[in-house]
């Protein structure tokens, strides 16, 4: 199983958990399926004796867990990122089932680095968290209670990589994504031209910019349209200006 | 969601569970996942106060639950058992992954009693046990580390029941894609400001309007999004038109 090979590349993103012993039980779910790359955003408690209790023989992926103080810095580098959501949203991106979704990080993450990105056990992920990916993931669940335990909803995800690890299409070329950042850079270049021009009301911005990083991460950026993109917003901006 | 009618006749029958805390954590996965009928043989301690705790929303399931005293009397008037198991085994039946099994599961639980049977967190199942099976199913995991939570286990094969009973995700809503006319004038618009402001040589283009349209078509744009895209382009080249 040579896709494994590519777990390394996959970050397991942990956003503002309130119980350490959620972080030992994820900790555990993805070391049985392979996955080692846990990163902590903001986590209540880290370290504490019940993550390590509840993680049983996998403490060594909590030992090299990286504690973040924003999701940015939890997807620095990393070209795709999935939310891992229960809700349904207004402005919802593609939405992937576990199978899916394994699928697309595994095809990623042969070239860049990826995330899978789970919220808080209460609150999940807010807006803004689900705006810096580019897939929003769902399990099915029961509509009557669909509330999966944290570590359980890392487990299906993680078995569903090792699944599809066992099934990689061979012969597919993979693009480079852009890295987190670099889009990052691009959306406020952006954000800033439009606001200039008065196309946005910064009083009242209402929801353009999530719509347009909905339309972008849509898509995975790739290293050279990001490159373009911020080519044609300086060229349209600079004329404007060279009038001023 | 018809398929999910046969889950009555699926039981999660759990054998020998040291702690109540997985019972009850067990009893929550198989809710989320619309499954109901659980049966315990031989529980250390049940009912405990852990087991509701664990449950969270899912204490109907512990509360229907049938204590059993044999895996005999958990099996009674089914036709069908798959016997989950992380340990390879001498005598072994054919043996399934998770998907597999559910599949098997669902297809004879349309006509008859079926039972997923789980053992003991440290011992697992005896091959007395096993033997009362018709297959064996086991979890794709590190064989570094392979020692699934017992609820994580569970959670894992009702997953796969879910999936094989095709559920549909909750929420999915699906977008109206702009039509090829309206994506194409975008386009025209687009290449028309790129050649004003001098970013695209009109006699030398390269393959930049190409690049946008993968980009963007990659993206399957919407209705809205295209309107928004034009709104854009009016309002940076009309900031540069005013100072002509």
Chains 1, 2 share one sequence.
Not at 126 to 148: K, M, T, W
Not at 190 to 215: A, C, H, N
Request: with cysteine.
């Amino acid at each position: 199983m040579n896709a494994t090979e590519d777990f390394k590349n996959i970050r397991i993103v942990l956003c503002g958990t309130s119980h350490p012993g959620n972080i030992g039980s994820a900790a555990r779910a993805m070391r049985t399926m392979g996955l080692t790359q846990l990163m902590l955003v903001n986590p209540e408690r880290f370290p504490d004796p019940q993550a390590n209790w509840m993680a049983s023989h996998a403490t060594g992926v909590l030992e090299s867990a990286k504690v973040c103080s924003t999701l940015d810095e939890a997807l620095l580098g990393a070209g795709f990122a999935v939310a891992c959501t229960a809700r349904s949203r207004e402005l919802s991106l593609p939405l992937l089932d576990p199978r899916q979704a394994a699928g697309e990080l595994l095809r990623v993450a042969a070239t860049a680095p990826v995330a899978l990105v789970f919220g808080n056990e209460t609150a999940g992920l807010s807006n803004d968290e689900v705006g810096r990916c580019h897939r929003i993931a769902s399990i099915p669940a029961d509509p009557a209670y669909s509330s999966l335990n944290l570590a359980a909803a890392v487990q299906v995800f993680c078995y569903e990589l090792r699944m599809a690890a066992g099934a990689v299409l061979a012969g597919e070329k993979p693009q480079v994504p852009a890295a987190h950042e670099d889009v990052e850079r691009f959306y406020a270049s952006l954000e800033q031209s439009l606001v200039e021009t008065g196309f946005i009301d910064p009083e009242y911005p209402k929801k353009l910019m999530p719509r347009m990083r909905r339309l972008f991460n849509r898509a995975v950026l790739e290293v050279e349209e990001v490159n373009i993109l911020r080519g044609i917003l300086k060229a349209l901006t600079r004329s404007s200006e060279k009038y001023k």
